[in-house]
């Protein structure tokens, strides 16, 4: 059996710096989403019903992605093509969900953006553990951290930059979406269609023939390449104009002179090119149904410490939607005081909202530096168990903290437990699973994600508003208590690649 190649630090930094736009784009829809939704009319009682039409996508999306990722291999190789096309397809959405004319057009983008950036995350993930043997891949997905910090930073706090740093207005009429929002999303599109582009280009996947002999001999399986075939290149060459047309046209449209009948030509236009590729792609595959069998089988008999790191997943990402989904009207209404979203109070609010997550991300990147130190000093199962009651202690002193500017304290455990989030459960997952699968398990830990997702947005609007008053504060408390328990998971963990 042959053993992976280390690779070099710039060779991982090569392949990890698409995380940058992918964040990028992900912090910006965490941070505005629910502004939008409320400048748009939203009431506050109906923004987390607004975000779960996104994450019931994101539990077909990226199970089904993953699991083609594995059994296909292109021209582009066996994941790029996949986290490209989801970068496109998060880049039309980021330029279409500001200027959207009505509430549910903007509801509808953040369902295609989520889509997308679930396209794009899955294989994104699957590829770092294709790449890296079994003892840089801590390495792999704390750098992943770092980037993910660093460019949150920039992307959560970009409408106060553009306000403060540039002159762009922050204020607009009633109904529409101030101009530092909507240049801040022009900015998110570009930076992560490009990086990705970067990493996409720079690093070159290892062959079927490769993977065959550095990972599925670890399996104890027979040596064989996987089902995999190429894509019909008419298709592909087809589709890829068609989605290149659309881009560029919605880009121009959008930056010079918003027209909503051109918008939605140029959108359709995308949307076919996106069609004509998956058509390709499944086009000599003729597998759904034995596919959509494989991906049950693999939930049902998911390995020991999955299951067990589903429940650590499960409760921590509760914690974090409870933060991104009340968020915004927990700190206007609880700290500025301001319900009117045109009044000048709340839009200051909200951007103080945008500093606290960019103040969090950086905190995050400071974060991946010191992790590597805690988990030599103890191990990565302790490790995540400390950083996850940082986060707690961060969410629940939000109710205590009266003076807004005393948060950026809070972001400090938020910081620790967000990039523990990102990068320990998958390192302790990439050891645990079978190396030929692991892109649909990839996938499948995914629904680990979203199904909190879609409970904080039903379930946790129904305890604020029957037991809290209708407070958005109190959603936060909430998700305080859910990652302690998730801290408290995190002890029954086997971390099967534990040193």
């Known amino acids: 059996m042959n053993k992976k190649p280390s690779l070099s630090f710039w060779q991982i930094w090569n392949m990890c710096f698409g995380f940058i736009g992918i964040q990028f784009g992900f912090a910006l829809q965490n941070a505005n989403v629910s502004r939008i939704f409320q400048i748009l009319g939203a009431p506050i009682d109906n923004i987390p019903i607004l975000w779960v039409a996104a994450p019931i996508t994101g539990l077909l999306v990226q199970p089904i992605i993953g699991y083609l990722s594995d059994k296909t291999w292109y021209r582009l190789g066996r994941r790029r093509p996949y986290f490209l096309l989801g970068a496109m397809l998060a880049t039309l959405a980021l330029i279409a969900i500001p200027n959207s004319p009505t509430l549910w057009v903007a509801a509808g983008m953040l369902w295609i953006m989520d889509a997308s950036f679930n396209m794009a995350l899955g294989p994104s993930l699957a590829f770092v553990g294709d790449m890296l043997p079994d003892e840089q891949r801590s390495t792999g997905f704390i750098m992943q951290s770092f980037f ?130 998956v058509a390709g792609f499944m086009q000599q595959q003729k597998r759904t149904a034995n596919g959509f069998y494989q991906i049950t089988q693999d939930l049902l008999n998911m390995p020991h410490t999955m299951k067990q790191l589903a429940r650590v997943q ?148 129904l305890v604020v508003r029957k037991c809290f008053n209708g407070q958005p504060i109190y959603a936060l408390v909430c998700g305080g208590v859910f990652m302690l328990l998730a801290a408290g998971a995190t002890w029954f963990v086997d971390d099967e690649g534990a040193c």
């Open 148 to 277: 993910i910090g660093t460019s949150a930073v920039v992307a959560s706090a970009l409408p106060w930059i553009m306000h403060n740093w540039f002159g762009v207005s922050n204020i607009a009429p009633e109904g529409i979406i101030p101009p530092s929002v909507i240049d801040s999303f022009y900015v998110g599109g570009a930076i992560l269609l490009l990086t990705v582009l970067w990493a996409a280009h720079t690093t070159k996947e290892y062959s079927p023939e490769q993977l065959a002999r550095f990972s599925y001999a670890k399996d104890n399986a027979a040596l064989k390449i996987p089902n995999i075939t190429r894509t019909d290149t008419a298709f592909f060459r087809t589709g890829s104009i068609f989605l290149a047309v659309g881009l560029v046209g919605t880009s121009i449209i959008a930056i010079q002179k918003f027209d909503q009948q051109l918008f939605i030509l140029t959108i359709s236009t995308a949307m076919f090119g996106l069609c004509e590729l």
């Open 314 to 461: 499960f409760l921590s990402w509760f914690a974090l939607f409870s933060l991104w989904i009340y968020g915004t009207s927990a700190v206007t209404t609880y700290h500025y005081g301001a319900t009117d979203t045109a009044s000048p109070a709340y839009n200051m609010g909200a951007d103080w909202v945008g500093v606290l997550f960019a103040a969090y991300n950086g905190f995050a990147a400071i974060a991946a530096i010191f992790i590597p130190w805690m988990i030599r000093k103890s191990n990565r199962k302790i490790t995540h168990m400390v950083n996850l009651c940082f986060g707690a202690i961060a969410l629940i002193s939000f109710v205590f903290i009266k003076n807004p500017d005393w948060l950026l304290a809070s972001m400090v455990g938020l910081g620790f437990a967000w990039a523990s989030i990102l990068s320990l459960p998958y390192a302790i997952l990439s050891s645990s699973v079978p190396a030929h699968k692991m892109g649909i398990y990839a996938g499948i830990f995914n629904l680990f994600i979203v199904i909190p997702q879609i409970l904080a947005a039903s379930i946790l609007a």
